[in-house]
């Protein structure tokens, strides 16, 4: 299940308008690393460590549907020849955006709204519908950033929105150096973590944010 994703894409839609919270790189950068680490958690993906972060790959373990329109879209986006990680997640991003909004609205999550621009270009937004699920995981990030030991999720999600500089909450210099110390520490350990093979927070962070 693409269940991080997902939880990021609630986090990065606006509640009101429906609309995305940041530009589309850093969006695509975001969602397309919770993608690869949905991917990890599936058991279809490893990522091998490697002396440069940058030339990190994604290498497909197995490739056969797994039932989630998201990762499916993902596996078929990565193919069988091992792909940078950094060009990964932009595009994984890039091609999962639309199929995890579909997967969040079936959910019941959001609602699409469709307008029209001057009465002639079409557009949608997604706005909440139930706001429960994002509240639980804003509550988590908040209790993480007021000094709880978060679960490895909630730090994942934050060290992914620490990269683009998008953390909710973070809106002081304290809580700022909170996050980046989740982004450090809180997950050196743990399924998630053992798939990067010893990168360090600093590789991975320039992986989650590279341009």
């Not at 680490?37 to 030339?55: C, H, K, W």
């Not at 990680?85 to 091609?95: I, K, M, S, T």
């Not at 990030?141 to 909450?169: C, K, M, Q």
């Amino acid at each position: 299940m693409s269940r991080l994703a997902e939880d990021l894409v609630l986090l990065l839609l606006d509640d009101e308008s429906g609309r995305s919270t940041v530009d589309l790189g850093r969006r695509y950068r975001a969602v397309g690393s919770a993608v690869l680490l949905d991917l990890v958690r599936a058991g279809r993906i490893s990522i091998p460590a490697s002396d440069d972060a940058r030339e990190t790959r994604v290498v497909v373990s197995d490739g056969t549907p797994t039932g989630d329109p998201a990762l499916d879209t993902a596996l078929a986006k990565l193919g069988e020849k091992p792909t940078k990680v950094g060009w990964a997640a932009e595009n994984l991003g890039h091609d999962c955006w639309k199929p995890l909004l579909e997967l969040l609205t079936a959910d019941g999550a959001i609602r699409v709204e469709e307008n029209r621009v001057l009465g002639l270009v079409k557009t949608r937004s997604f706005p909440t519908a139930d706001g429960s699920r994002e509240r639980e995981i804003r509550a988590g990030i908040d209790a993480a950033l007021n000094g709880a030991r978060p679960d490895e999720e909630t730090a994942v999600l934050i060290t992914i929105l620490h990269g683009i500089g998008a953390v909710p909450g973070a809106r002081d210099e304290a809580t700022r150096q909170r996050a980046a110390e989740i982004a450090r520490t809180a997950w050196a350990s743990g399924p998630l973590r053992d798939a990067f093979h010893g990168l360090d927070t600093a590789q991975l962070l320039i992986l989650f944010a590279a341009s």
